[in-house]
């Protein structure tokens, strides 16, 4: 049942619903809209009795919207709407299509401001030209002045003319810098270069398509007034510049700046016309440079204007006064623009309409933009600061602290500030190429989250531009902010090895058990699956040249701390991993984190166990996560001070690595250097625990290719020591003469 009556409210229609909006009287509801649409062109609908609407209502509503949105100035304003109503329109996906206010009284108010800013229309003269000249906005605003702010989006800028060009076209040499021109979602740019054509770009998104800005005048997206020409059919392009300063010094008298967006409404050639017109001696910001860039020459005792052109297919039949969002959504659009180009300043337009933005003074828009206080060094890649602001709309203000690890992405720790000067919840933001932050995203939510407890890694969003991407995510344990989470490495490097043994079991055998305690037997293929020069690593063989002077051509080495003939390990991944990506065998297969490192497994003061940094997480033999720790304690946390520690490590791992069997690994009797015996101590644990995960199979094949991945690349670590390298390169020729011994 349900009860629809019609009323009317300081001149304002509205209509009431109370019960159910079904399919049985959306027929009602349609006859009652069609006959308030007759007595004008607003409309309020209360909706806050009404327990239901059905799809027949949402199509009542959309053909309503359509009908007012056709209609000048018309608008459509849903009253009150309950939760379970907001709910099917959010669904259906259309909720946006609407203005939805608290209450009825809200819903009146605005109507009749918009009613009343509508009957704003007089005559204004401007020489022999005489313009019907309608208020848009009454709030007198700043125009904004930019210089060297990076990359700036096309919702940030707004409607603008500056010299810059297309983010995404940076890295072309040289760059295609220039003049552009933006209106909200569409940009128009004019190369310096002769050489170069001008081009424009549409976007449905704003606020992830970039420029980057050298500088430049931008406006707020609401114009000041709107003038259309009355006396005249035509008028030159020139004088038609020339009349806009004219009329708009009466309008607003001591403009300096005005922004304008003017359609030629030639019947069979319209085009949109956008750009700056400065007063003389009104540069936008002491010192500029900007003006001497442009057309115009900035004499002294002239207006400097700049501007492009859009030439369009077709016009959309307009309102006298068409609002100029609704009309760029309607007539800017990528099937409607032929092309663009710089104006022909002696062009004859017809029937002008032109909207202006009018600006006394300029300010910095350094002040509008999210703050973000980093190193120098975060600065030096345009496209940082542009995704990491996408990312924290919430934000007015961001400090970043770089964290430690990453070799193929950066990391920060952010503290952020909302737009009251309130402190909000810390969080993570991860720089890296598109493909491992989209590969991020997808594995935290398809094998972390639905496994692991107290994992803080909760993405809260992802962006992209080209191939860069950006990820951010929860960074609070549960203790709440207070929370104080410590990276592995911290307990590693204080504890000694008989308290990190109880802490790695509650890892490893608690924590990740949903893993590692969830094996499944799978053909797996271990050198197809661990190549480090076919993942992070393609310039391994360079790095080993350049560095420790070994061809990976060669097969054997000397190296002149052993003075002994090796496997050259290098040779070996280059010429015999390749030909056994075909070897394959039955093995206990799990998820794995596939990079597990001390910096990806963060505690808080009550030894709750987070992860982080799951890019390469997915199904994998068992022991791969065990055998990447292993490389991690005996190589990029061995001290090598002395050349007698290089050499005593040299022999530890020669024994380690003279076994046989996976649950075979010798304790390392008479090891003097306490961080030697530590690291042994945890390397035997890490393989009881591969072992034991395996389900007791002694076979160690798939442990040893693993630890190769990660023993392999030490050469190409930036933070590792040159003994450091070189004890990679022997550890790895080790592990290399067993392969041949058990496959060749």
Request: net charge negative; glycine share 6%.
């Amino acid at each position: 049942m349900v009860n629809i009556h019609a009323d009317t409210v300081n001149n304002v229609p509205i209509l009431t619903i109370e019960g159910r909006l079904d399919t049985l009287n959306s027929e009602e509801f349609e006859k009652a809209t069609a006959g308030l649409l007759k007595q004008g062109n607003h409309l309020v609908i209360h909706f806050g009795k009404c327990s239901y609407l059905s799809s027949s209502g949402i199509r009542v509503l959309i053909s309503v919207t359509k009908q007012i949105s056709s209609r000048e100035h018309g608008q459509l304003v849903l009253a009150e709407v309950p939760e379970e109503v907001s709910y099917v329109l959010e669904m259906a996906g259309i909720k946006n299509l609407f203005t939805l206010v608290r209450d009825q009284e809200e819903a009146i108010e605005l109507v009749l401001k918009n009613m009343n800013k509508n009957l704003q229309t007089k005559e204004v003269e401007a020489g022999q030209w005489l313009f019907d000249h309608h208020i848009a906005a009454e709030k007198e605003q700043p125009a904004y002045y930019w210089q060297d702010q990076g990359i700036a989006g096309y919702d940030e800028l707004g409607f603008s003319a500056g010299i810059g060009m297309a983010a995404e076209i940076m890295a072309e040499a040289p760059p295609a810098s220039g003049l552009f021109f933006t209106t909200g979602t569409c940009a128009g740019f004019v190369p310096h270069h002769r050489a170069s054509a001008p081009d424009f770009r549409i976007s449905m998104e704003p606020l992830r398509a970039g420029i980057w800005v050298k500088e430049a005048i931008s406006f707020n997206k609401e114009p000041n007034a709107v003038l259309q020409l009355k006396n005249f059919e035509q008028i030159d392009f020139n004088e038609m510049i020339s009349a806009i300063r004219v009329a708009s010094g009466k309008i607003l008298p001591g403009v300096a700046l005005i922004g304008y967006v003017l359609v030629d409404r030639h019947p069979e050639n319209p085009s949109l016309y956008t750009g700056l017109i400065s007063e003389a001696n009104s540069a936008p910001c002491p010192g500029s440079g900007f003006f001497s860039c442009m057309d115009e020459a900035a004499h002294k005792d002239q207006p400097v204007f700049t501007g492009g052109l859009f030439k369009l297919d077709k016009l959309n039949k307009q309102p006298a006064f068409p609002s100029l969002e609704k009309f760029l959504q309607e007539n800017i659009r990528l099937d409607n623009i032929r092309d663009f180009s710089t104006p022909d300043k002696h062009a004859n337009l017809t029937r002008p309409i032109v909207w202006l933005f009018f600006a006394k003074k300029t300010e910095n828009a350094a002040t509008k933009r999210i703050q973000i206080e980093a190193h120098e060094d975060f600065f030096s890649t345009p496209h940082n600061a542009f995704l990491t602001r996408r990312l924290y709309q919430d934000s007015s203000k961001l400090v970043l602290k770089q964290l430690q690890g990453g070799f193929s992405a950066k990391t920060y720790q952010v503290t952020s500030y909302d737009h009251n000067g309130r402190k909000l919840r810390p969080t993570v933001l991860k720089l890296a190429d598109r493909q491992i932050i989209q590969r991020e995203a997808d594995r935290c939510r398809e094998y972390a989250m639905p496994y692991i407890l107290n994992n803080s890694a909760m993405i809260l969003g992802t962006e992209f531009f080209g191939n860069a991407g950006a990820l951010r995510y929860n960074f609070v344990g549960i203790g709440g902010e207070q929370s104080k989470l410590k990276w592995l490495t911290h307990y590693f490097l204080e504890w000694p090895a008989e308290k990190l043994e109880p802490l790695f079991n509650k890892i490893f055998l608690k924590i990740l058990n949903p893993w590692y305690g969830q094996t499944v037997i799978q053909n797996i293929f271990p050198f197809r699956d661990h190549d480090p020069s076919k993942t992070f690593f393609p310039d391994i063989f360079d790095k080993a040249f350049n560095l420790l002077g070994i061809s990976s051509d060669d097969q054997t080495i000397i190296p002149e701390e052993t003075k002994e003939e090796m496997i050259n390990p290098y040779w070996y991944l280059k010429h015999k991993f390749p030909s056994h990506y075909g070897f394959s065998m039955e093995y206990p297969e799990s998820i794995c984190h596939g990079d597990l490192n001390m910096q990806n497994i963060l505690l808080d003061e009550q030894m709750n166990v987070y992860l982080i940094d799951f890019s390469e997480t997915r199904p994998r033999a068992v022991v791969s996560d065990f055998a990447r720790l292993e490389a991690v304690f005996m190589l990029e946390f061995s001290p090598l001070e002395t050349t007698d520690d290089f050499l005593n490590m040299v022999e530890l791992m020669r024994e380690i690595y003279n076994t046989d069997r996976l649950d075979q690994c010798p304790e390392g009797h008479g090891i003097r250097n306490e961080a030697f015996k530590r690291n042994v101590r945890l390397t035997r644990l890490m393989r009881q625990y591969a072992f034991a995960s395996a389900g007791n199979n002694p076979d160690p094949i798939p442990y040893t290719i693993a630890l190769l991945e990660w023993v392999l690349p030490v050469v190409n670590y930036v933070q590792a020591s040159l003994p450091q390298k070189k004890l990679s390169m022997i550890a790895a020729s080790f592990l290399c003469k067993k392969l041949m011994e058990w496959i060749d």
